[in-house]
């Protein structure tokens, strides 16, 4: 039987504050002198850990079950399967689950919970050493892991940073300090995980495609990174890949000068980037499992079904039936994109911390219609396609919000899964009305130019 919260948790939780604050403050001496930025650091880290710690209340307390509380418990069974036998914990990480393995565990470590599920597991193979220097607490874990994952959204915030500088403050809250975000992408989730991955896949290619520096490194990053997302969740790798290829895309052509030759290039690129995702998808079927290109869109219909089963505690919505076909999928394009960036709206909350998740969407909502009535939506569009990384960034936040809106039938798993879209998107917007800003200061600074001259 596994004790969340205990004795052990009281002392591990300031060590580790102490610890990460004097790693912290040493890495914020260091740099705030040359990158200004780094004025957010700490705040930001921090906030990550105490989201991290927050979760952990909240669900032994509040929901008193939940994934973050089985993951903590098939950790713990781990580490005890590892003290126990060192060589059968070693081939749970890197080997496949089997029988010989399944009986391995007995009373004494007890059996793990996600066993047999692929991707959960596969977080259980990723974190149960947090376990080790923490004594098995769960905080500790949390912490740890928090912490971890707080340095690919620093390395995030640190390519908008060099691309963006003027927003430095408005792209600090964006990556740590909206809510739903620090909170649920803290914990000991697959969530927290996922929007790292993201987190390195993006800056990765930025410093590849754009900084040219480091390539081995940030090759092998890539890798990792992609891996991670197609272990967790697949879905997210199938959302950035469209925003990638445009990407890659608009980076070689940007080189050729001849506007014909540009012109007739562009669809041939897109096509075989296309079909250099197909082929890749394809040929990763096996591994993608109920995610391969034959399974999605069944897998799609289920999970949403599934969701709006009576168990969820009426917690679930309906965007409606659709059928398993590219033509069904697409009828549903607006009510999902809808659905995953605005919802749960205020009056659909039912809990506390969904109050806080509609608070933050209407906010997320007014300022969306703010901003396409002031760019009068054309205008909007117009300067996505002004720079590689903000085409990216709102490509990306589409078609993962998307793929939410249309899978997820549940208010609670939704303000968790859309985690990864929602600075990107948030941020996209804020770009996007900076540069119409500075359009607008320009425009005024030429009239006014020509008044004096006139």
Known sequence: MVEYLSIIDVIVAPLLLIIFYVIGRGMYLNHIQREPYYRYFLTGMFMKVFGGIAVCFVYVYYYEAGDTINFYHDNTTIVKLFLKDPLAAIRFTVGKTDARIWWAFDFETDWPYFFNDLYASFLVRLTWMLGLPTFNSFIGQTMLLSFISFFPIWRLYKVFVLEFPALQKQLAFVMFFIPSVFFWGSGLLKDTVTFAAVSLFTSSFYMIIKLKESYLKNFILLFV????????????????????????????????????????????????????????LRTMGDTLGEYS?????????????????????????????????????????PIALVTALFRPYIWEAYNPAMVVSGIENMLLLLFTIYLLVKLKVVYFFSYIFKNHLLFFSISFSLFFAFSIGLTTANFGALVRYKIPAMPFFLGSLIITNYFYNEKRKEDLKILLEKKLLS
């Not at 997302?229 to 469209?242: D, E, G, N, V």
């Not at 980076?251 to 096509?271: A, C, D, M």
């Not at 999970?303 to 033509?327: C, H, W």
């Open 225 to 280: 990174s992609a891996w991670i997302m197609l272990k967790l969740k697949p879905y997210i790798f199938f959302a950035i890949l469209p925003g990638t290829a445009g990407w890659l895309t608009s980076y070689y052509l940007q080189h050729i000068k001849n506007r014909v030759l540009k012109f007739s290039l562009t669809p041939i690129l897109l096509i075989i980037s296309v079909f250099a995702g197909y082929i890749f």
């Open 293 to 333: 290109l034959d399974k999605v869109l069944d897998k799609a219909i289920s999970t949403q079904q599934d969701l709006k089963q009576e168990y969820y505690q009426g917690s679930s919505f309906d965007i409606g039936e659709f059928e398993a076909t590219p033509l069904g999928i697409l009828s549903k394009a």
